[in-house]
């Protein structure tokens, strides 16, 4: 049975701070409350007056209750709302909250304690998420799951969904998944954008390392974010990253991913300045594409509570005001294995730049209503003097980056996210090495919907299972996180004694 909290005797939400009166649908493994999530809202956590940040809970897993048993939906539920009550005050080193305090969760439970689900349970927690849209004024989705792409987006029943959930007026936040490094198919990490991420309106995310500073300028790009084109269809994805590595948010005490050796608790030195014996870590640090989907779910929250934004117009802005500066490639050595990779920053690795909302905010530039940013199609267009793979980016006109004179494709994309001056005109080009493409592999049709005998086939899942446990949330890689954002949002830094290593 679904559980109502209605926090004031008067059966309405009380809605204080960034994102006051939006509602924030988790759809996750749940959320266990903490005093991060009974603050105010106000950016000053403590006062005597607190409401619970979570109005609704139900769960859709047989068997279990609303509350997080596995660790991750707490975690994300802490970097889109969390207020730092358990972090405020002179005896700490950081005031850990989330980047949209004022927002009220709706909390739709699909994964199970090991993190697993099913596509059947998902779609139940997005019908649900319609059907209370209105009732909780719900106008943002969080997506930190995925699964395989097994048949076009157009007939994949969770990309349909989604869709729904769209065009009911609900902007849908998706992680890109984590599967950067997977080069099974021998294309580098290319072509593995994850369902439903893969589909067009949705505002797909992949995963930015902060390098633990809290200046963008030495801001790298993950080896471990899923890169596009999408399996099939060939759809341009991400849309744009956020931060991902080492985010400090809530910890679910005793959950699946609490208990884990090495547990990625946070040390208590890290945020506290003395800590006395036997204090027990609120925080705890995860790192992934879940956790830059659950920034941006705040982000566009934010926008929809200062502005009204509807769906279409919330990913237009953040894709245009989003970072653009970026080296063209960048490498980084695994210390635990000593395995190198090289990350290029082309259109499907990083789409239309690094999140920023105090750009997003500040910009009242809006496209009309009515016109819808779905993410364009990558079309394979021969092969250079040079041997370099030719892709071209289309569109259909009714989209916003069909129509330069509205929006101007390259202030969305950026000419250093491409190979080629435009991206637009009917002569422009996405180069890609021949290598990285394999024409057999990212353009053929034989490995468009993968293979039958993938595990999980029918099943959608959390990171930890998707991703591989070992190389997402095992300590040895975690990593840094810094306050990037400046005043709007916060959570913790790594100046401040973090132990864990840096694997990128």
Same mark, same amino acid.
């Given at each position: 049975?679904?559980?109502?909290?209605?926090?004031?005797?008067?059966?309405?939400?009380?809605?204080?701070?960034?994102?006051?009166?939006?509602?924030?649908?988790?759809?996750?493994?749940?959320?266990?409350?903490?005093?991060?999530?009974?603050?105010?809202?106000?950016?000053?956590?403590?006062?005597?007056?607190?409401?619970?940040?979570?109005?609704?809970?139900?769960?859709?897993?047989?068997?279990?209750?609303?509350?997080?048993?596995?660790?991750?939906?707490?975690?994300?539920?802490?970097?889109?709302?969390?207020?730092?009550?358990?972090?405020?005050?002179?005896?700490?080193?950081?005031?850990?909250?989330?980047?949209?305090?004022?927002?009220?969760?709706?909390?739709?439970?699909?994964?199970?304690?090991?993190?697993?689900?099913?596509?059947?349970?998902?779609?139940?927690?997005?019908?649900?998420?319609?059907?209370?849209?209105?009732?909780?004024?719900?106008?943002?989705?969080?997506?930190?799951?995925?699964?395989?792409?097994?048949?076009?987006?157009?007939?994949?029943?969770?990309?349909?969904?989604?869709?729904?959930?769209?065009?009911?007026?609900?902007?849908?936040?998706?992680?890109?998944?984590?599967?950067?490094?997977?080069?099974?198919?021998?294309?580098?990490?290319?072509?593995?954008?994850?369902?439903?991420?893969?589909?067009?309106?949705?505002?797909?995310?992949?995963?930015?390392?902060?390098?633990?500073?809290?200046?963008?300028?030495?801001?790298?790009?993950?080896?471990?974010?899923?890169?596009?084109?999408?399996?099939?269809?060939?759809?341009?994805?991400?849309?744009?990253?956020?931060?991902?590595?080492?985010?400090?948010?809530?910890?679910?005490?005793?959950?699946?991913?609490?208990?884990?050796?090495?547990?990625?608790?946070?040390?208590?030195?890290?945020?506290?300045?003395?800590?006395?014996?036997?204090?027990?870590?609120?925080?705890?640090?995860?790192?992934?594409?879940?956790?830059?989907?659950?920034?941006?779910?705040?982000?566009?929250?934010?926008?929809?509570?200062?502005?009204?934004?509807?769906?279409?117009?919330?990913?237009?802005?953040?894709?245009?005001?989003?970072?653009?500066?970026?080296?063209?490639?960048?490498?980084?050595?695994?210390?635990?294995?000593?395995?190198?990779?090289?990350?290029?920053?082309?259109?499907?690795?990083?789409?239309?730049?690094?999140?920023?909302?105090?750009?997003?905010?500040?910009?009242?530039?809006?496209?009309?209503?009515?016109?819808?940013?779905?993410?364009?199609?990558?079309?394979?267009?021969?092969?250079?003097?040079?041997?370099?793979?030719?892709?071209?980016?289309?569109?259909?006109?009714?989209? #916003?980056?069909?129509?330069?004179? &509205?929006? @101007? $494709?390259? +202030?969305? =994309?950026? !000419? %250093? *996210? /491409?190979?080629?001056?435009?991206?637009?005109?009917?002569?422009?080009?996405?180069?890609?090495?021949?290598?990285?493409?394999?024409?057999?592999?990212?353009?053929?049709?034989?490995?468009?919907?993968?293979?039958?005998?993938?595990?999980?086939?029918?099943? #959608?899942?959390?990171?930890?299972? &998707?991703? @591989? $446990?070992? +190389?997402? =949330?095992? !300590? %040895? *890689? /975690?990593?840094?996180?810094?306050?990037?954002?400046?005043?709007?949002?916060?959570?913790?830094?790594?100046?401040?004694?973090?132990?864990?290593?840096?694997?990128?």
């Amino acid at each position: 049975m679904p559980e109502t909290i209605l926090p004031d005797s008067g059966g309405t939400a009380v809605n204080f701070g960034l994102g006051a009166g939006i509602g924030v649908a988790v759809i996750d493994s749940g959320i266990r409350m903490n005093a991060d999530l009974f603050g105010n809202g106000t950016g000053t956590p403590g006062q005597a007056m607190k409401f619970p940040r979570v109005v609704y809970s139900e769960s859709f897993v047989p068997g279990e209750t609303p509350d997080d048993l596995y660790g991750h939906g707490t975690h994300i539920a802490g970097i889109i709302a969390g207020d730092g009550s358990n972090s405020f005050g002179s005896g700490y080193l950081e005031d850990i909250h989330g980047v949209a305090s004022g927002v009220n969760l709706i909390n739709l439970k699909v994964l199970d304690s090991q993190g697993q689900s099913s596509d059947a349970q998902v779609i139940q927690a997005i019908e649900r998420a319609i059907e209370l849209k209105d009732a909780y004024n719900i106008k943002v989705i969080n997506l930190s799951l995925g699964r395989g792409i097994y048949e076009s987006y157009k007939m994949d029943p969770l990309c349909q969904e989604v869709e729904k959930a769209w065009n009911a007026g609900i902007a849908v936040v998706v992680a890109a998944g984590n599967g950067g490094r997977d080069n099974s198919a021998g294309t580098k990490g290319y072509a593995t954008i994850a369902a439903p991420a893969n589909d067009p309106l949705v505002i797909t995310v992949g995963a930015m390392n902060t390098e633990g500073t809290p200046t963008r300028s030495d801001d790298l790009m993950t080896t471990y974010s899923s890169k596009g084109p999408s399996l099939g269809d060939h759809v341009v994805k991400p849309d744009l990253v956020a931060p991902g590595n080492k985010l400090f948010a809530i910890r679910d005490i005793g959950s699946f991913l609490d208990t884990m050796n090495p547990s990625p608790a946070a040390p208590v030195s890290s945020y506290e300045k003395d800590p006395a014996p036997g204090d027990v870590s609120n925080y705890m640090v995860l790192s992934g594409t879940s956790m830059a989907a659950a920034v941006t779910s705040g982000s566009a929250a934010v926008l929809i509570a200062n502005e009204g934004l509807t769906p279409d117009q919330v990913k237009a802005r953040l894709m245009k005001t989003a970072t653009k500066n970026f080296p063209q490639s960048s490498t980084i050595t695994d210390p635990a294995t000593g395995e190198t990779f090289t990350v290029q920053y082309d259109i499907f690795t990083v789409g239309a730049g690094y999140l920023d909302l105090d750009a997003a905010l500040a910009s009242k530039e809006t496209i009309p209503a009515g016109m819808n940013a779905a993410s364009p199609i990558a079309v394979p267009a021969g092969t250079a003097p040079d041997g370099s793979e030719i892709i071209h980016v289309v569109n259909d006109q009714s989209t #916003v980056w069909g129509s330069s004179t &509205v929006w @101007g $494709s390259s +202030t969305v =994309w950026g !000419s %250093s *996210t /491409v190979w080629g001056s435009s991206v637009w005109m009917p002569d422009s080009t996405v180069w890609g090495s021949s290598t990285v493409w394999g024409s057999s592999t990212v353009w053929g049709s034989s490995t468009v919907w993968g293979s039958v005998a993938d595990a999980g086939y029918s099943t #959608v899942w959390g990171s930890s299972t &998707v991703w @591989g $446990s070992s +190389t997402v =949330w095992g !300590s %040895s *890689t /975690v990593w840094g996180s810094s306050t990037v954002w400046g005043s709007s949002t916060v959570w913790g830094s790594s100046t401040t004694g973090d132990p864990y290593s840096s694997v990128k």
